[in-house]
């Protein structure tokens, strides 16, 4: 049961860790695009 919960523990650190990289970019290229549609 303990080791269950600690993969499932890395499993939702991992998760989080990914997804935060990943909405990074996402909010990233946004900026440059609306700076882009901005200055147009």
């Known amino acids: 049961m303990?080791?269950?919960?600690q993969s499932l523990t890395?499993?939702?650190t991992i998760n989080s860790r990914i997804c935060e990289v990943f909405f990074g970019k996402i909010s990233e290229?946004?900026?440059?695009?609306?700076?882009f549609v901005c200055n147009y």
């Open 2 to 5: 303990a080791s269950n919960f």
């Open 10 to 12: 890395l499993f939702v």
């Open 29 to 35: 290229i946004l900026h440059k695009v609306w700076d």
